[in-house]
């Protein structure tokens, strides 16, 4: 067996770890194999084609629409697809990824639609749609529990395997950066689907883009940790929220690195993402009346 596709678990033989290229790193994601399921496309065309001579794909699952998540499709098109109904737009028609950054009309937009390019990125036909709490039984030993998890994106599902306690996160996906920097993106559900998922028997954890996370209370350290990240982002914006004459916009606070401590080589799009992101924090202070509207903008309440 080639080394980037790992067995996860001994009770059940059937379900393999397939790392992402590069570890993962953006533009690559890890998926998960469970008899002739894949979960996600993204561990890179290469590895798509090698993963395919070793097993059949019949099914493809898909975690949500993010370019990095479902590059590969096109390799599979054979395969029944399946995704959220709220996430199929975007995943049949891929050009709908440049207003869903919000991102029209400037160099992002055309880097996005060069990365589009690159990647080998084609459209395809979503073949079944679906629902929060649905069970796919599969072989004799699987059983796996679709979650729907919005927040990063609408439509954003994770999977939980009964028999092997073994979940699949997507991209909630337990790093230093949780995103929620698309128009379809709400911190409010992102933070209820990373309660929900936190409160699960899970005792493998694989997200998009970290290595498999393993025993319970790893877990739930991990999910506190990410959980910290969000709040910590919050105090960075009420910090700014000073002067009760003074309404703030999010566009005000851009380039001050609120959301991402360092800028990286992808700055423009980070600025963007960046703005997006801190108005979902203004809807959720809002919406928990720690801040107000006042003037366009927003104060402490
Ligand atoms: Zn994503």
């Known amino acids: 067996m080639d080394d980037f596709v790992k067995p996860l678990s001994e009770e059940v033989e059937s379900i393999f770890f397939v790392e992402g290229e590069q570890n993962a790193r953006y533009p690559y994601s890890h998926s998960i194999l469970l008899e002739d399921y894949l979960i996600d496309t993204g561990i890179s065309h290469k590895r798509l084609r090698k993963l395919k001579k070793l097993f059949p794909i019949n099914h493809v699952i898909l975690s949500h629409w993010h370019e990095d998540h479902i590059s590969g499709n096109a390799l599979l098109d054979g395969a029944m697809f399946y995704c959220h109904s ?10 709908k990824m440049i207003p869903y950054y919000g991102v029209e009309n400037s160099k992002v937009g055309e880097e996005l639609k060069s990365l589009i390019e690159l990647l080998g990125m084609k459209n395809i036909k979503v073949d079944y749609v679906t629902e929060d709490n649905q069970i796919f039984n599969i072989g004799e030993n699987i059983k796996l529990n679709i979650l729907h998890t919005p927040g990063h994106t609408a439509g954003h599902c994770a999977f939980y395997e009964k ?8 991209d909630i996906d337990l790093t230093k950066y949780p995103y929620y920097g698309n128009i379809d993106a709400s911190l409010i559900e992102f933070e209820k689907s990373i309660e929900r998922l936190n409160n699960m028997d899970i005792e493998i954890a694989i997200t998009g883009h970290r290595d498999p996370i393993y025993g319970r209370s790893e877990i739930n350290e991990e999910f506190e940790k990410y959980k910290s990240i969000l ?11 000073t002067e009760r004459s003074k309404p703030i916009k999010p566009i005000d606070l851009k380039n001050k690195n609120i ?9 423009e799009f980070e600025l963007l993402a960046e703005v997006l992101m801190i108005e979902k924090h203004f809807e959720k202070l809002n919406e928990k009346k720690i801040i107000t509207i006042k003037n366009n903008g927003y104060i402490l309440n």
């Open 259 to 267: 959301i991402y401590r360092k800028y990286t080589i992808f700055k």
């Open 86 to 95: 709220r996430d199929k737009p975007v995943i049949e028609n891929i050009r």
């Open 231 to 241: 709040l910590q982002r919050d105090e960075r914006i009420l910090s700014q929220l």
């Open 163 to 170: 028999n092997s306690k073994i979940a699949f996160l997507g």
